[in-house]
Protein backbone atom coordinates (compact mmCIF):
# COMPACT_ATOMS: atom_id res chain seq x y z
CA UNK A 1 0.00 0.00 0.00
CA UNK A 2 1.56 3.75 -1.12
CA UNK A 3 1.07 6.53 1.09
CA UNK A 4 0.57 10.02 -0.73
CA UNK A 5 1.05 12.95 1.42
CA UNK A 6 -1.15 15.78 0.79
CA UNK A 7 -2.21 18.37 3.13
CA UNK A 8 -6.26 19.83 3.11
CA UNK A 9 -5.86 23.64 2.84
CA UNK A 10 -7.79 26.24 3.81
CA UNK A 11 -7.06 29.47 1.87
CA UNK A 12 -7.51 33.15 3.14
CA UNK A 13 -10.81 34.18 1.75
CA UNK A 14 -12.02 30.39 1.29
CA UNK A 15 -15.41 29.56 2.05
CA UNK A 16 -17.46 26.87 1.60
CA UNK A 17 -20.16 25.51 -1.04
CA UNK A 18 -23.36 25.53 0.24
CA UNK A 19 -24.43 22.42 -1.95
CA UNK A 20 -28.18 21.67 -2.95
CA UNK A 21 -29.02 18.84 -4.74
CA UNK A 22 -31.93 18.90 -7.62
CA UNK A 23 -32.13 15.21 -8.67
CA UNK A 24 -29.76 15.07 -11.00
CA UNK A 25 -25.96 13.37 -11.39
CA UNK A 26 -24.63 15.83 -8.57
CA UNK A 27 -25.34 19.49 -6.75
CA UNK A 28 -25.04 23.20 -7.34
CA UNK A 29 -23.39 25.72 -4.80
CA UNK A 30 -26.25 28.24 -3.55
CA UNK A 31 -25.05 32.09 -3.14
CA UNK A 32 -27.29 34.90 -1.64
CA UNK A 33 -26.56 38.14 -1.12
CA UNK A 34 -23.84 37.86 2.01
CA UNK A 35 -23.05 34.48 1.27
CA UNK A 36 -21.22 32.54 -1.94
CA UNK A 37 -18.31 30.59 -1.92
CA UNK A 38 -14.66 30.88 -3.05
CA UNK A 39 -11.64 29.59 -3.52
CA UNK A 40 -10.17 33.07 -3.01
CA UNK A 41 -6.80 34.35 -4.49
CA UNK A 42 -4.66 31.18 -5.23
CA UNK A 43 -1.17 31.38 -4.20
CA UNK A 44 1.46 28.95 -4.98
CA UNK A 45 3.51 26.82 -2.58
CA UNK A 46 7.12 27.34 -2.56
CA UNK A 47 9.70 25.29 -4.95
CA UNK A 48 9.37 21.65 -3.90
CA UNK A 49 5.74 21.59 -3.06
CA UNK A 50 2.38 21.48 -5.19
CA UNK A 51 -0.85 22.83 -5.60
CA UNK A 52 -4.37 20.58 -6.56
CA UNK A 53 -7.28 21.67 -6.83
CA UNK A 54 -10.80 18.87 -7.19
CA UNK A 55 -13.65 19.04 -8.15
CA UNK A 56 -16.10 16.15 -8.34
CA UNK A 57 -19.17 14.34 -9.06
CA UNK A 58 -19.11 13.44 -5.57
CA UNK A 59 -19.51 17.22 -4.80
CA UNK A 60 -15.65 18.33 -3.93
CA UNK A 61 -15.50 21.99 -5.82
CA UNK A 62 -12.29 23.64 -6.52
CA UNK A 63 -10.89 21.55 -3.06
CA UNK A 64 -7.80 22.48 -2.02
CA UNK A 65 -4.97 20.22 -0.83
CA UNK A 66 -1.09 20.52 -0.91
CA UNK A 67 1.31 18.05 -1.43
CA UNK A 68 5.15 17.29 -1.87
CA UNK A 69 6.96 16.90 -4.90
CA UNK A 70 9.26 13.53 -4.69
CA UNK A 71 12.76 13.24 -5.79
CA UNK A 72 12.01 9.59 -6.89
CA UNK A 73 9.22 7.88 -8.91
CA UNK A 74 6.84 6.65 -6.98
CA UNK A 75 6.76 3.76 -9.11
CA UNK A 76 2.91 4.22 -10.82
CA UNK A 77 1.76 2.32 -13.76
CA UNK A 78 0.64 5.67 -15.15
CA UNK A 79 3.35 8.75 -15.49
CA UNK A 80 2.17 12.48 -17.57
CA UNK A 81 5.41 13.65 -18.57
CA UNK A 82 5.69 17.15 -18.88
CA UNK A 83 7.99 18.01 -22.02
CA UNK A 84 8.59 21.81 -21.55
CA UNK A 85 10.20 22.48 -24.63
CA UNK A 86 7.66 21.62 -26.98
CA UNK A 87 5.80 24.83 -27.15
CA UNK A 88 2.19 25.41 -28.77
CA UNK A 89 -0.19 28.35 -28.13
CA UNK A 90 -0.27 31.04 -25.83
CA UNK A 91 -3.79 31.82 -23.93
CA UNK A 92 -5.84 34.63 -24.23
CA UNK A 93 -8.38 34.17 -22.04
CA UNK A 94 -11.83 32.67 -20.51
CA UNK A 95 -14.92 34.49 -20.26
CA UNK A 96 -18.76 34.45 -21.23
CA UNK A 97 -21.12 36.72 -22.73
CA UNK A 98 -23.31 39.66 -21.38
CA UNK A 99 -26.23 38.90 -23.80
CA UNK A 100 -29.67 40.85 -22.81
CA UNK A 101 -30.80 37.85 -21.15
CA UNK A 102 -27.92 37.52 -18.89
CA UNK A 103 -28.29 41.54 -17.78
CA UNK A 104 -31.63 41.04 -17.24
CA UNK A 105 -31.33 38.10 -14.58
CA UNK A 106 -28.30 39.47 -13.01
CA UNK A 107 -30.33 42.80 -12.19
CA UNK A 108 -33.00 41.08 -11.05
CA UNK A 109 -31.17 40.30 -7.89
CA UNK A 110 -30.69 42.27 -4.48
CA UNK A 111 -27.58 44.94 -4.98
CA UNK A 112 -26.01 42.59 -2.94
CA UNK A 113 -26.36 39.24 -4.45
CA UNK A 114 -25.54 41.07 -8.10
CA UNK A 115 -21.99 42.08 -6.59
CA UNK A 116 -21.54 38.67 -5.61
CA UNK A 117 -22.64 36.90 -8.64
CA UNK A 118 -20.00 39.26 -10.71
CA UNK A 119 -17.37 38.77 -8.43
CA UNK A 120 -17.79 35.09 -8.51
CA UNK A 121 -16.62 35.82 -12.66
CA UNK A 122 -14.39 38.43 -12.46
CA UNK A 123 -12.75 39.52 -9.40
CA UNK A 124 -9.57 38.32 -8.32
CA UNK A 125 -11.48 35.96 -5.71
CA UNK A 126 -13.68 34.56 -8.16
CA UNK A 127 -12.66 32.83 -11.76
CA UNK A 128 -10.89 35.50 -12.94
CA UNK A 129 -12.97 35.96 -16.04
CA UNK A 130 -10.96 38.22 -18.86
CA UNK A 131 -13.49 37.41 -21.83
CA UNK A 132 -16.75 38.65 -22.08
CA UNK A 133 -19.04 38.54 -25.71
CA UNK A 134 -21.20 41.24 -26.16
CA UNK A 135 -24.10 40.85 -28.89
CA UNK A 136 -24.47 44.02 -30.65
CA UNK A 137 -28.59 44.35 -30.57
CA UNK A 138 -30.74 41.59 -29.95
CA UNK A 139 -29.94 37.89 -30.42
CA UNK A 140 -32.49 35.08 -29.53
CA UNK A 141 -31.10 35.46 -25.67
CA UNK A 142 -33.71 39.02 -26.01
CA UNK A 143 -37.42 39.90 -25.09
CA UNK A 144 -37.65 41.57 -28.52
CA UNK A 145 -36.60 42.35 -31.86
CA UNK A 146 -34.38 45.33 -32.67
CA UNK A 147 -31.26 46.84 -34.18
CA UNK A 148 -29.29 50.18 -33.30
CA UNK A 149 -30.55 51.03 -36.99
CA UNK A 150 -34.13 50.30 -37.78
CA UNK A 151 -35.05 53.45 -39.83
CA UNK A 152 -35.28 52.15 -43.49
CA UNK A 153 -32.67 53.80 -45.71
CA UNK A 154 -30.87 55.07 -43.15
CA UNK A 155 -27.35 54.89 -45.20
CA UNK A 156 -25.39 57.05 -43.67
CA UNK A 157 -26.73 55.95 -39.75
CA UNK A 158 -28.05 59.27 -38.69
CA UNK A 159 -30.70 57.52 -36.52
CA UNK A 160 -28.09 54.83 -34.99
CA UNK A 161 -28.65 54.52 -31.28
CA UNK A 162 -27.86 52.32 -28.92
CA UNK A 163 -30.74 50.66 -27.23
CA UNK A 164 -32.63 50.98 -23.24
CA UNK A 165 -30.87 47.39 -23.17
CA UNK A 166 -27.34 48.93 -23.69
CA UNK A 167 -27.54 51.87 -21.72
CA UNK A 168 -29.20 50.77 -18.87
CA UNK A 169 -28.30 47.10 -18.47
CA UNK A 170 -25.42 45.54 -20.59
CA UNK A 171 -23.32 49.04 -20.25
CA UNK A 172 -23.81 49.29 -16.44
CA UNK A 173 -22.64 45.71 -15.89
CA UNK A 174 -19.96 45.75 -17.79
CA UNK A 175 -18.20 48.64 -16.36
CA UNK A 176 -18.76 46.61 -12.84
CA UNK A 177 -17.29 43.78 -13.86
CA UNK A 178 -14.30 46.11 -15.33
CA UNK A 179 -13.89 47.70 -12.08
CA UNK A 180 -13.99 44.20 -10.45
CA UNK A 181 -11.19 42.99 -12.57
CA UNK A 182 -7.97 43.22 -11.97
CA UNK A 183 -7.23 43.35 -15.63
CA UNK A 184 -8.65 45.10 -18.57
CA UNK A 185 -11.43 43.18 -19.59
CA UNK A 186 -11.05 41.99 -23.40
CA UNK A 187 -14.46 42.62 -24.99
CA UNK A 188 -15.80 40.68 -27.93
CA UNK A 189 -18.46 42.04 -30.18
CA UNK A 190 -20.82 39.63 -32.67
CA UNK A 191 -23.74 41.27 -34.36
CA UNK A 192 -26.73 38.99 -35.35
CA UNK A 193 -28.68 40.45 -37.76
CA UNK A 194 -28.34 43.66 -39.76
CA UNK A 195 -31.04 45.95 -40.00
CA UNK A 196 -34.26 44.33 -42.17
CA UNK A 197 -34.59 47.43 -44.69
CA UNK A 198 -30.70 46.10 -45.51
CA UNK A 199 -31.79 42.70 -46.16
CA UNK A 200 -32.84 40.90 -48.74
CA UNK A 201 -35.27 39.15 -47.09
CA UNK A 202 -36.67 42.22 -45.42
CA UNK A 203 -36.73 40.63 -41.75
CA UNK A 204 -34.38 40.40 -38.65
CA UNK A 205 -34.56 36.38 -39.02
CA UNK A 206 -34.90 33.87 -41.09
CA UNK A 207 -32.95 33.18 -44.60
CA UNK A 208 -31.55 36.61 -45.40
CA UNK A 209 -28.09 38.09 -46.42
CA UNK A 210 -27.39 41.39 -47.24
CA UNK A 211 -28.61 43.33 -50.47
CA UNK A 212 -26.06 43.99 -53.50
CA UNK A 213 -22.74 43.07 -53.81
CA UNK A 214 -19.88 43.55 -51.33
CA UNK A 215 -18.89 46.93 -52.37
CA UNK A 216 -21.92 47.88 -52.56
CA UNK A 217 -23.74 50.29 -50.53
CA UNK A 218 -25.58 48.30 -47.52
CA UNK A 219 -21.75 46.48 -47.22
CA UNK A 220 -20.69 50.00 -47.11
CA UNK A 221 -23.14 51.21 -44.11
CA UNK A 222 -23.12 47.42 -42.81
CA UNK A 223 -19.55 47.95 -42.12
CA UNK A 224 -19.59 51.41 -40.63
CA UNK A 225 -22.72 49.84 -38.26
CA UNK A 226 -19.56 48.29 -36.88
CA UNK A 227 -17.65 51.19 -36.17
CA UNK A 228 -20.57 53.19 -35.26
CA UNK A 229 -20.87 50.78 -32.14
CA UNK A 230 -17.22 50.69 -30.99
CA UNK A 231 -17.66 54.80 -30.98
CA UNK A 232 -20.60 54.69 -28.75
CA UNK A 233 -19.55 52.24 -26.47
CA UNK A 234 -16.20 54.57 -25.89
CA UNK A 235 -18.21 57.14 -24.60
CA UNK A 236 -18.79 55.04 -21.61
CA UNK A 237 -14.84 54.08 -21.41
CA UNK A 238 -15.63 50.36 -23.06
CA UNK A 239 -13.66 49.70 -25.60
CA UNK A 240 -13.32 46.46 -27.30
CA UNK A 241 -10.39 44.07 -28.03
CA UNK A 242 -12.27 41.94 -31.05
CA UNK A 243 -15.32 42.05 -33.07
CA UNK A 244 -16.26 38.78 -35.00
CA UNK A 245 -17.76 39.08 -38.91
CA UNK A 246 -21.07 37.83 -37.74
CA UNK A 247 -22.55 35.41 -35.36
CA UNK A 248 -22.90 32.03 -37.38
CA UNK A 249 -23.35 33.15 -40.95
CA UNK A 250 -24.58 29.83 -41.78
CA UNK A 251 -27.80 30.35 -39.93
CA UNK A 252 -28.79 33.11 -42.59
CA UNK A 253 -28.29 30.58 -44.79
CA UNK A 254 -31.47 28.08 -43.74
CA UNK A 255 -34.90 28.19 -44.90
CA UNK A 256 -37.01 29.93 -42.16
CA UNK A 257 -34.36 30.23 -39.41
CA UNK A 258 -36.27 31.28 -36.17
CA UNK A 259 -34.46 33.57 -34.82
CA UNK A 260 -31.88 36.77 -35.75
CA UNK A 261 -29.36 35.89 -38.47
CA UNK A 262 -27.35 37.45 -41.28
CA UNK A 263 -26.21 34.48 -44.18
CA UNK A 264 -23.04 34.97 -45.18
CA UNK A 265 -21.32 32.70 -47.69
CA UNK A 266 -17.61 32.30 -47.28
CA UNK A 267 -16.72 34.07 -50.34
CA UNK A 268 -19.05 36.52 -49.18
CA UNK A 269 -17.20 37.02 -46.11
CA UNK A 270 -13.91 37.40 -47.78
CA UNK A 271 -14.88 39.75 -50.15
CA UNK A 272 -17.02 42.45 -47.11
CA UNK A 273 -14.13 42.32 -45.01
CA UNK A 274 -11.62 43.30 -48.00
CA UNK A 275 -13.73 45.89 -49.73
CA UNK A 276 -15.70 47.35 -46.86
CA UNK A 277 -15.11 45.99 -43.09
CA UNK A 278 -11.11 46.37 -43.47
CA UNK A 279 -11.05 49.77 -44.87
CA UNK A 280 -13.74 50.91 -42.40
CA UNK A 281 -12.21 49.98 -39.26
CA UNK A 282 -8.74 51.31 -41.27
CA UNK A 283 -10.12 54.35 -41.23
CA UNK A 284 -11.86 54.82 -37.87
CA UNK A 285 -10.59 55.24 -34.47
CA UNK A 286 -9.55 51.69 -33.92
CA UNK A 287 -7.82 50.42 -36.26
CA UNK A 288 -6.19 47.99 -33.86
CA UNK A 289 -9.35 46.22 -33.24
CA UNK A 290 -8.97 42.62 -33.90
CA UNK A 291 -11.34 40.51 -36.64
CA UNK A 292 -11.89 37.24 -36.05
CA UNK A 293 -14.39 35.65 -39.05
CA UNK A 294 -16.57 32.42 -39.24
CA UNK A 295 -18.34 32.79 -35.54
CA UNK A 296 -19.21 29.36 -36.40
CA UNK A 297 -19.37 25.85 -35.80
CA UNK A 298 -15.77 23.85 -36.78
CA UNK A 299 -17.44 21.63 -39.36
CA UNK A 300 -17.43 24.67 -41.56
CA UNK A 301 -13.40 24.44 -41.66
CA UNK A 302 -10.74 23.99 -42.96
CA UNK A 303 -12.99 25.08 -46.05
CA UNK A 304 -14.41 28.63 -44.49
CA UNK A 305 -10.47 29.47 -43.69
CA UNK A 306 -9.20 28.41 -47.06
CA UNK A 307 -11.16 30.82 -48.90
CA UNK A 308 -11.15 33.95 -46.53
CA UNK A 309 -7.58 33.86 -45.48
CA UNK A 310 -6.33 32.92 -48.80
CA UNK A 311 -7.18 36.37 -49.97
CA UNK A 312 -4.37 38.95 -49.23
CA UNK A 313 -6.87 41.73 -49.69
CA UNK A 314 -9.18 40.18 -46.62
CA UNK A 315 -6.31 38.28 -44.73
CA UNK A 316 -4.47 41.74 -44.00
CA UNK A 317 -7.52 42.82 -41.82
CA UNK A 318 -7.95 39.51 -39.98
CA UNK A 319 -6.40 38.60 -37.04
CA UNK A 320 -8.07 34.96 -36.14
CA UNK A 321 -10.83 32.31 -36.53
CA UNK A 322 -13.82 31.89 -34.21
CA UNK A 323 -15.68 28.65 -33.81
CA UNK A 324 -18.23 27.45 -31.87
CA UNK A 325 -18.81 24.38 -29.86
CA UNK A 326 -21.90 22.46 -31.83
CA UNK A 327 -21.30 20.13 -33.57
CA UNK A 328 -18.08 19.12 -32.09
CA UNK A 329 -18.97 15.79 -30.98
CA UNK A 330 -19.05 14.82 -35.04
CA UNK A 331 -15.86 16.86 -36.08
CA UNK A 332 -12.57 15.37 -35.55
CA UNK A 333 -10.39 18.29 -33.95
CA UNK A 334 -7.52 17.34 -35.92
CA UNK A 335 -8.99 17.98 -39.56
CA UNK A 336 -10.57 21.28 -38.44
CA UNK A 337 -8.82 22.94 -35.85
CA UNK A 338 -5.51 21.47 -36.34
CA UNK A 339 -5.62 21.60 -40.42
CA UNK A 340 -6.87 24.99 -40.27
CA UNK A 341 -3.83 26.05 -37.75
CA UNK A 342 -1.17 24.17 -39.93
CA UNK A 343 -2.58 25.81 -43.01
CA UNK A 344 -3.29 29.40 -41.63
CA UNK A 345 -0.54 29.67 -37.83
CA UNK A 346 -0.26 33.14 -38.01
CA UNK A 347 -4.25 33.37 -37.47
CA UNK A 348 -5.22 32.24 -34.08
CA UNK A 349 -8.35 30.04 -33.31
CA UNK A 350 -10.88 31.70 -30.36
CA UNK A 351 -13.52 29.95 -29.08
CA UNK A 352 -16.49 32.31 -29.22
CA UNK A 353 -20.13 30.32 -27.99
CA UNK A 354 -20.76 27.22 -25.81
CA UNK A 355 -23.78 26.13 -23.56
CA UNK A 356 -25.29 22.63 -22.64
CA UNK A 357 -28.66 22.27 -23.09
CA UNK A 358 -29.33 22.96 -26.85
CA UNK A 359 -29.98 20.05 -27.88
CA UNK A 360 -34.00 19.06 -28.33
CA UNK A 361 -33.31 16.06 -26.72
CA UNK A 362 -32.02 16.95 -23.74
CA UNK A 363 -32.86 21.00 -23.38
CA UNK A 364 -32.90 23.33 -20.61
CA UNK A 365 -31.68 23.96 -17.36
CA UNK A 366 -30.36 20.60 -15.26
CA UNK A 367 -29.45 22.15 -11.87
CA UNK A 368 -26.66 20.05 -10.86
CA UNK A 369 -25.34 18.30 -13.78
CA UNK A 370 -21.78 17.01 -13.83
CA UNK A 371 -22.36 15.55 -17.14
CA UNK A 372 -22.39 19.01 -18.37
CA UNK A 373 -19.46 19.97 -16.70
CA UNK A 374 -17.51 16.82 -18.20
CA UNK A 375 -18.67 18.15 -21.41
CA UNK A 376 -17.16 21.51 -21.31
CA UNK A 377 -14.24 20.03 -19.91
CA UNK A 378 -13.69 17.79 -22.70
CA UNK A 379 -14.44 20.21 -24.64
CA UNK A 380 -11.99 23.01 -23.52
CA UNK A 381 -8.83 20.18 -23.08
CA UNK A 382 -9.74 19.27 -26.75
CA UNK A 383 -9.73 22.50 -27.80
CA UNK A 384 -6.49 23.80 -26.31
CA UNK A 385 -5.01 20.54 -27.66
CA UNK A 386 -5.76 21.77 -31.13
CA UNK A 387 -4.08 25.31 -31.00
CA UNK A 388 -7.49 26.89 -29.38
CA UNK A 389 -6.19 30.40 -27.55
CA UNK A 390 -9.26 30.82 -25.51
CA UNK A 391 -12.81 29.78 -25.05
CA UNK A 392 -16.04 31.95 -24.34
CA UNK A 393 -19.43 30.18 -22.44
CA UNK A 394 -22.20 31.71 -23.72
CA UNK A 395 -25.03 33.51 -21.17
CA UNK A 396 -22.96 34.39 -18.46
CA UNK A 397 -26.40 33.66 -15.88
CA UNK A 398 -30.11 32.40 -17.04
CA UNK A 399 -33.39 32.00 -15.09
CA UNK A 400 -34.78 28.51 -13.85
CA UNK A 401 -36.08 28.19 -17.06
CA UNK A 402 -32.90 28.98 -18.99
CA UNK A 403 -34.58 32.12 -20.49
CA UNK A 404 -35.40 34.55 -21.46
CA UNK A 405 -35.51 33.59 -24.85
CA UNK A 406 -37.95 34.91 -27.22
CA UNK A 407 -38.37 32.35 -29.59
CA UNK A 408 -38.21 29.94 -26.50
CA UNK A 409 -35.06 28.33 -27.28
CA UNK A 410 -34.17 27.41 -23.59
CA UNK A 411 -30.60 26.60 -22.76
CA UNK A 412 -28.27 25.99 -19.80
CA UNK A 413 -25.76 28.24 -17.87
CA UNK A 414 -23.46 27.81 -15.32
CA UNK A 415 -25.13 30.27 -13.22
CA UNK A 416 -29.10 30.44 -12.69
CA UNK A 417 -30.73 33.06 -10.57
CA UNK A 418 -33.82 32.84 -8.92
CA UNK A 419 -34.94 35.83 -8.28
CA UNK A 420 -37.60 34.86 -6.51
CA UNK A 421 -35.61 33.61 -3.36
CA UNK A 422 -32.77 36.26 -4.25
CA UNK A 423 -30.27 33.88 -4.52
CA UNK A 424 -27.88 32.34 -7.77
CA UNK A 425 -26.79 28.99 -8.22
CA UNK A 426 -23.23 28.08 -9.58
CA UNK A 427 -23.47 24.41 -11.55
CA UNK A 428 -20.95 22.04 -12.10
CA UNK A 429 -19.84 23.85 -15.64
CA UNK A 430 -19.07 26.87 -13.63
CA UNK A 431 -16.51 25.15 -11.86
CA UNK A 432 -15.29 23.50 -14.98
CA UNK A 433 -14.80 27.38 -16.47
CA UNK A 434 -12.90 27.88 -13.17
CA UNK A 435 -10.30 24.64 -13.60
CA UNK A 436 -9.10 26.73 -16.38
CA UNK A 437 -9.88 30.56 -16.25
CA UNK A 438 -8.56 31.21 -12.85
CA UNK A 439 -5.31 29.04 -13.49
CA UNK A 440 -4.49 30.16 -16.46
CA UNK A 441 -3.55 33.41 -17.14
CA UNK A 442 -3.09 35.27 -20.21
CA UNK A 443 -0.20 34.44 -21.74
CA UNK A 444 0.36 30.94 -20.67
CA UNK A 445 1.49 28.81 -23.22
CA UNK A 446 0.82 25.53 -24.20
CA UNK A 447 3.69 22.77 -23.46
CA UNK A 448 4.14 19.19 -24.50
CA UNK A 449 2.90 16.36 -22.17
CA UNK A 450 3.44 12.61 -22.92
CA UNK A 451 1.60 9.85 -20.90
CA UNK A 452 3.37 6.46 -20.48
CA UNK A 453 0.39 4.38 -21.66
CA UNK A 454 -3.30 4.19 -22.81
CA UNK A 455 -5.11 6.66 -20.19
CA UNK A 456 -9.12 7.87 -20.21
CA UNK A 457 -6.83 10.99 -18.45
CA UNK A 458 -7.72 13.87 -21.10
CA UNK A 459 -5.04 16.61 -20.12
CA UNK A 460 -3.22 20.15 -21.10
CA UNK A 461 -0.14 21.76 -19.69
CA UNK A 462 1.05 25.46 -19.31
CA UNK A 463 3.70 27.50 -18.37
CA UNK A 464 2.83 30.75 -16.88
CA UNK A 465 4.34 33.95 -17.26
CA UNK A 466 5.39 33.18 -13.82
CA UNK A 467 7.11 30.35 -14.78
CA UNK A 468 4.88 27.74 -12.54
CA UNK A 469 3.68 24.84 -14.52
CA UNK A 470 -0.57 24.34 -14.65
CA UNK A 471 -1.67 20.87 -15.62
CA UNK A 472 -5.31 20.18 -16.15
CA UNK A 473 -6.97 16.12 -15.51
CA UNK A 474 -10.31 15.65 -16.64
CA UNK A 475 -11.15 11.78 -15.75
CA UNK A 476 -14.54 11.02 -17.03
CA UNK A 477 -14.17 7.68 -16.38
CA UNK A 478 -15.86 5.75 -13.04
CA UNK A 479 -12.46 4.93 -11.48
CA UNK A 480 -10.50 6.40 -9.55
CA UNK A 481 -6.94 6.52 -11.90
CA UNK A 482 -3.84 6.66 -9.66
CA UNK A 483 -1.01 8.03 -11.47
CA UNK A 484 2.04 10.30 -11.12
CA UNK A 485 3.41 13.30 -12.93
CA UNK A 486 6.94 13.97 -14.19
CA UNK A 487 8.32 17.27 -14.59
CA UNK A 488 12.60 16.61 -14.94
CA UNK A 489 13.47 20.10 -13.52
CA UNK A 490 11.22 19.70 -10.52
CA UNK A 491 10.94 15.67 -9.42
CA UNK A 492 7.81 13.64 -9.28
CA UNK A 493 3.98 14.56 -8.18
CA UNK A 494 1.99 11.39 -7.21
CA UNK A 495 -1.80 12.11 -7.93
CA UNK A 496 -5.21 10.56 -8.05
CA UNK A 497 -8.14 11.69 -10.49
CA UNK A 498 -11.18 10.54 -8.93
CA UNK A 499 -13.83 9.13 -10.73
CA UNK A 500 -15.47 11.30 -12.53
CA UNK A 501 -13.43 14.55 -11.32
CA UNK A 502 -12.00 17.32 -12.84
CA UNK A 503 -8.05 18.04 -11.17
CA UNK A 504 -5.62 20.93 -11.98
CA UNK A 505 -2.59 21.17 -10.25
CA UNK A 506 -0.05 23.60 -10.34
CA UNK A 507 3.43 24.25 -9.17
CA UNK A 508 6.73 26.41 -9.36
CA UNK A 509 9.71 25.49 -11.68
CA UNK A 510 11.79 27.35 -10.17
Known amino acids: MRLTFSLFILLPGYNKCVARNFGHDSVVCECNSTYCDSIGSVSLPSLGQFSSYLSSIAGSRLEASQGEVRANSTGERLRLT ?3 YQKYQKIRGFGGAMTDAAAINILSLSAGAQEQLLRQYFSSEGIGYSVVRVPMASCDFSTRLYTYADTPGDYDLHNFTLAPEDINMKIPLLQRAQALSPHPLSLLASAWSAPAWMKTNGALTGKGSLKGQPGGKEHKTWAQYYVRFLEEYAKYNLTFWALTTGNEPSAGMMTNYSFQALGFTPEEQRDWVSLDLGPALHASSYPHTHVLILDDNRILLPHWAKVVLSDIHAGRYIHGVAVHWYLDSIVPPDISLGTTHDLYPEYYLFGTEACAGWNPRNKGVMLGS ?16 HYVVGWTDWNLALDPNGGPNWVKNLVDSPVIVDATRDVFYKQPSFYSMAHFSKFLWEGSQRVGVSASGETHLEFSAFIRPDG ?28 TAPAHSLLTLAWKRQ
Open 82 to 84: IVP
Open 370 to 385: WDRAEQYAHDIIEDLN
Open 468 to 495: SLVLIILNRSSSDILFEVWDPPVGYIPS
